[in-house]
């Protein structure tokens, strides 16, 4: 992998990362039309920006990363839980999804999934519009959404936005609530892949991760931020859109 591929890699998990559009999904297409191979130097590549997506949230949301806020974080726990209980038993069956097809039958699952929820979502009075006031139930059935995210192409975001969705919570506490989730998930995802792939690090390009870890960084958090202030204005239907389009596109490609 050279600065270049690492670079527009980067770029792509930072962008996609928390928004509802399946970071994997783009990465592995993103890696075939580059020419780069999905082996275990990838894997730690990925490791490496999905460290800097991490620290981008945390920069971003940093006021409640504190022990004044363990109500919060126990919360999310909880949420955390249903996945990687799923995650851990069956692991071996999700790595035989990882495919093309199934990515791009996924994210038109996902568009149509988002119309219909958009379709009849209507702001109520009741809806929960922070994010610390989601409650274990909640948060659990959102935890419960996002085991959908094991499969390539539904995308974790997409997965908790739809859940919180449902379970009361306003577009922006739902967003926010997938944003600070992603903190454990991926933290217990990269903490794993570094443990299976560390002796990868020795025959890294580190010029090149580091480019790419710059640029996730750098993207991620500009996106959350561009994310919050679009939501405040706007649905969730242009993602739905997108999603079918680009799921129709790669059945053709």
Same mark, same amino acid.
């Given at each position: 992998?050279?600065? /270049?591929?690492?670079?527009?890699?980067?770029?792509?998990?930072?962008?996609?990362?928390?928004?509802?559009?399946? *970071?994997?999904?783009?990465?592995?297409?993103? *890696?075939?039309? #580059?020419?780069?191979? %999905?082996?275990?130097?990838?894997? !730690?590549?990925?490791? &490496?920006?999905?460290?800097?997506?991490?620290?981008?949230?945390? #920069?971003?949301?940093?006021?409640?990363?504190? +022990?004044?806020?363990?109500?919060?974080? %126990?919360?999310? /726990?909880?949420?955390?839980?249903?996945?990687?209980?799923?995650? +851990?038993?069956?692991?071996?069956?999700?790595?035989?999804?990882?495919?093309?097809?199934?990515?791009?039958?996924?994210? @038109?699952?996902?568009? @149509?999934?988002?119309?219909?929820?958009?379709? +009849?979502?209507?702001?109520?009075?009741?809806? @929960?519009?922070?994010?610390?006031?989601?409650?274990?139930?909640?948060?659990? #059935?959102?935890?419960?959404?996002?085991?959908?995210?094991?499969?390539?192409?539904?995308?974790?975001?997409?997965?908790? &936005?739809?859940?919180?969705?449902?379970?009361?919570?306003?577009?922006?506490?739902?967003?926010?609530? *997938?944003?600070?989730?992603?903190?454990?998930?991926?933290?217990?995802? *990269?903490?794993?892949?570094? #443990?299976?792939?560390?002796?990868?690090?020795?025959?890294?390009?580190?010029?090149?991760?580091? !480019?790419?870890?710059?640029? !996730? +960084? &750098?993207?991620?958090?500009?996106?959350?931020?561009?994310?919050?202030?679009?939501?405040?204005? /706007?649905?969730?239907?242009?993602?739905?859109?997108?999603?079918?389009?680009?799921?129709?596109?790669?059945?053709?490609?």
């Amino acid at each position: 992998m050279d600065i /270049f591929q690492a670079v527009i890699i980067g770029i792509i998990e930072g962008f996609t990362e928390f928004l509802p559009v399946s *970071s994997t999904g783009h990465m592995i297409v993103a *890696s075939k039309f #580059l020419g780069v191979s %999905q082996n275990a130097l990838t894997k !730690a590549y990925e490791v &490496i920006i999905q460290f800097a997506a991490i620290l981008a949230v945390m #920069l971003v949301y940093r006021e409640k990363i504190t +022990f004044k806020k363990r109500a919060l974080w %126990q919360k999310l /726990f909880v949420a955390f839980l249903p996945l990687a209980v799923v995650g +851990f038993i069956f692991k071996d069956e999700i790595k035989a999804l990882f495919a093309v097809e199934i990515v791009a039958w996924m994210f @038109i699952a996902g568009g @149509i999934v988002f119309l219909i929820v958009e379709y +009849f979502y209507k702001e109520k009075e009741w809806h @929960i519009n922070d994010v610390e006031q989601t409650s274990y139930n909640q948060a659990f #059935l959102v935890g419960v959404a996002q085991v959908f995210a094991l499969i390539p192409g539904v995308s974790r975001a997409g997965a908790t &936005i739809i859940g919180g969705l449902m379970v009361g919570l306003d577009r922006k506490a739902s967003a926010e609530f *997938s944003f600070l989730l992603a903190i454990p998930v991926m933290a217990a995802v *990269s903490g794993y892949d570094l #443990l299976k792939h560390y002796e990868e690090f020795a025959q890294a390009n580190w010029s090149a991760f580091l !480019a790419g870890f710059i640029a !996730a +960084f &750098i993207v991620a958090y500009v996106t959350i931020k561009l994310f919050l202030a679009f939501i405040q204005r /706007f649905t969730f239907v242009a993602f739905g859109v997108y999603r079918i389009l680009f799921g129709m596109i790669l059945l053709m490609v």
